[in-house]
């Protein structure tokens, strides 16, 4: 069973609010993912890892950023929420070369 | 560049039908191609992974993939369907690279029908 924990699984915030999806995981992994993902669409990498304080951004833009100050933690911030920022986060995990990716749970995020 | 393409958004089939998936991917070096599946509000979970070695691959829950190079797929197959299959499927590819990032594609959402 994984142990990759995203939180808050759901939440509706109105338009301009900050807002801090978070995510840990208890793995030890060095490598870590956000992905955005709307209804029939694929899984877009908005951002990832290497390793602590390594971010890069991932193939589609995104107006979230995000820190890795420790291994296990790996939160991504909105500065002021947009209806257009609505879909599912999904954060991943992983370690190694070619191998799994541990997906959390994703959050439902919904701007008003 | 890396691609996947999943045909079909959208596959029913009834119980005990053989379950067939279609991923066709694209690479300029040699693929690293995974399955993973999603079910109903919850994260994905790895299927199999096709890594150069066998080119039939076997996973979790009666599942597996073909690496076809000269056909450039690596579609998911299973013999039986059952009932707890029915879940969003999406196939990837990486190029192993340091970053690891993993390339989706669009999903296919299984149906099984009673």
């Known amino acids: 069973e994984a142990d990759i924990y995203q939180t808050p699984r759901y939440l509706v915030i109105g338009t301009g609010k900050k807002i801090t999806l978070e995510c840990s995981q208890t793995?030890?992994?060095?490598?870590m993912y956000w992905y955005q993902q709307d209804p029939g669409m694929e899984l877009h990498l908005i951002h990832y890892?290497?390793?602590?304080?390594?971010?890069e951004k991932g193939d589609l833009s995104s107006e979230s950023t995000v820190s890795r100050i420790r291994t296990e933690h790996f939160p991504l911030t909105l500065e002021s929420a947009r209806p257009s920022h609505t879909s599912q986060y999904l954060c991943?995990?992983?370690?190694?070369?070619?191998?799994?990716?541990?997906f959390g749970q994703g959050t439902r995020l919904t701007v008003v | 560049a890396q691609s996947v393409t999943q045909l079909g958004s959208h596959v029913s089939v009834s119980e005990g039908a053989l379950v067939l998936l279609r991923c066709n991917y694209s690479?300029?070096?040699?693929?690293?191609l995974f399955w993973y599946v999603q079910y109903p509000n919850q994260g994905l979970q790895l299927l199999l992974k096709?890594?150069?070695?066998?080119?039939l691959v076997k996973g979790i829950n009666g599942f597996e993939a073909e690496f076809k190079k000269s056909e450039t797929s690596f579609h998911l197959t299973k013999p039986s369907a059952h009932m707890s299959d029915a879940a969003e499927y999406f196939c990837?590819?990486?190029?192993?690279?340091?970053?690891?990032?993993?390339?989706f594609g669009t999903g296919t959402l299984l149906a099984v029908q009673p």
């Open positions: 991943a995990s992983m370690t190694g070369f070619v191998s799994e990716a541990f």
């Open positions: 793995m030890g992994h060095d490598k």
């Open positions: 890892s290497y390793g602590v304080n390594s971010t």
């Open positions: 690479s300029s070096v040699p693929p690293y």
């Open positions: 096709y890594t150069s070695a066998a080119t």
């Open positions: 990837a590819v990486s190029d192993g690279g340091a970053t690891n990032k993993l390339i």
